[in-house]
Each structure stands twice: as structure tokens, then as C-alpha cells.
């Protein structure tokens, strides 16, 4: 079992809708979540960080976890065609120096 | 200011040559990473150092050798390159582990 799934997409969403992007993980462990956005042929840009169950809200984005549940999601409300790009989560373990990324999910965003 | 810097860019060399790649970041973090991207774009962690101090070695050819001469620079060298070395290579640095990473802008690898 991968530490940190994600759906690998694409996930296509219409310019102006609300794209859904889901990460498990399997450390219980892990207390923070990142997720990453990586344009083509660019470095991944951290874009938000959650550390506590519930909401957490910043600009289009919100990142939700839920750590009974060991999921952690990302919204990008009024999607627009520049959000088209890989979002990757990550978790670092709870043991050991490691931040463990998913797979990332690419994201298609079309006008 | 470039907060995490590699060089160089590009580095199209052939099999068998060695080359190094060198990372600087100016952050005042404590801890470095080297991670390798292959072409299915999966992240994978290679080496960290926190404070000049290797703590993660994973399993990695010991062609790639790794080296901290301060904790603002991580270097990676790498003996006798093969085709399968291809890949963009990353450097991130952070303060601590549970803290999120900056990325370098990346070297893309290609061997002839």
C-alpha cells in the first residue's frame, strides 16, 4: 500500500466550477499536509499547508482534513484555465525524516 | 533573491561521464533534500541532510553521492552515468521535517 494515494486524473473541470482534488494516507502518525502545485516543467510550488481537522481557507483554495478518517482534499472554487497543472499532497512520516508525496493529480481546466 | 538555486539547468552529457550538480538556499533552513522525477512524474526522495548531517539514504545506486559542505549548500555527484539516470533532479530545503519544502527550479538530466 502507497504511504500517501492520490487519483492519478486528469481531472477535467469547466472554466468557473469548483475542482475536487482527494489524498489518502496511511501514517496515522503524520500531523501536518501539504499540497503542492506543479506546472509543466516547473518545481513544485507549495500552495497550502493544514495542520488540524476542518476547513482551511486561502484565496480560491481550501484544503480539508480529516484525520480519522486519514484523508486530506483540496477545493479550487471559480476554477480557471491557469489551475490546469499537477497538485500534489505530501505528509511527512510521523517516524523518520521522510515527507512522502502521492502521485500527484493532474488538473484540466477548460474555458 | 532565488530562494533555493541549482545549477546547472540542463545537463545533457553520456553514459559513463561523471557530473555534479550544486544547490544553494538562502533561506536559513536547517535541512536539504535531493529528489529525483522520472518521466512518469513521481516524486521520490533520494538523500537529506539536516545541519551538514546525512538522515535519509535511500535506496540509491552509490554511483550518487551527496554533499553537505555547509547547511546552505547540498551538492550530488554523480559516477558513470547511465541511460536510466535520466530524470529531472530537485533540491528542497525546509526548517525542519514536519515544515513544508521549497523547491529549486530543478536540473533536467539527459543521458546520450
Known amino acids: 500500500q502507497k504511504e500517501v494515494e492520490q487519483n492519478s486524473g486528469p481531472l477535467s473541470v469547466p472554466e468557473g466550477a469548483i475542482a475536487s482534488l482527494n489524498c489518502t494516507y496511511s501514517d496515522r502518525g503524520s500531523q501536518s499536509f501539504f499540497w503542492y502545485r506543479q506546472y509543466s516543467g516547473k518545481s513544485p510550488e507549495l500552495i497550502m499547508s493544514?495542520?488540524?481537522?476542518g476547513d482551511k481557507e486561502d484565496g480560491r483554495f481550501t484544503a480539508q482534513l480529516n484525520k480519522a478518517s486519514q484523508y486530506v482534499s483540496l477545493l479550487i472554487r471559480d476554477s480557471q484555465p491557469s489551475d490546469s497543472a499537477t497538485y500534489l499532497c505530501?505528509?511527512?512520516?510521523?517516524?523518520?525524516?521522510?515527507?512522502?508525496f502521492g502521485g500527484g493529480t493532474r488538473v484540466l481546466v477548460k474555458p | 533573491d532565488t530562494a533555493v538555486s541549482q545549477t546547472p539547468k540542463y545537463l545533457v552529457t553520456q553514459m559513463g561521464n561523471d557530473k555534479s550538480i550544486k544547490c544553494e538556499q538562502n533561506l536559513g533552513h536547517d535541512t536539504m533534500y535531493w529528489y529525483k522525477q522520472d518521466s512518469k512524474k513521481f516524486l521520490k526522495i533520494m538523500f537529506s541532510?539536516?545541519?551538514?548531517?546525512?538522515?535519509i539514504n535511500e535506496t540509491v545506486p552509490n554511483r550518487f553521492s551527496p554533499k553537505s559542505p555547509d547547511k546552505a549548500h547540498l551538492n550530488l555527484h554523480i559516477n558513470s552515468l547511465e541511460l536510466g539516470d535520466s530524470a529531472v533532479y530537485f533540491c528542497?530545503?525546509?526548517?525542519?521535517?514536519?515544515?513544508?519544502?521549497?523547491f529549486g527550479d530543478g536540473t533536467r538530466l539527459s543521458i546520450l
Open positions: 505530501a505528509a511527512p512520516q510521523a517516524a523518520g525524516n521522510k515527507l512522502t
Open positions: 541532510y539536516n545541519n551538514k548531517e546525512l538522515i
Open positions: 493544514i495542520y488540524s481537522n
Open positions: 528542497a530545503s525546509s526548517q525542519d521535517r514536519l515544515q513544508p519544502q521549497h
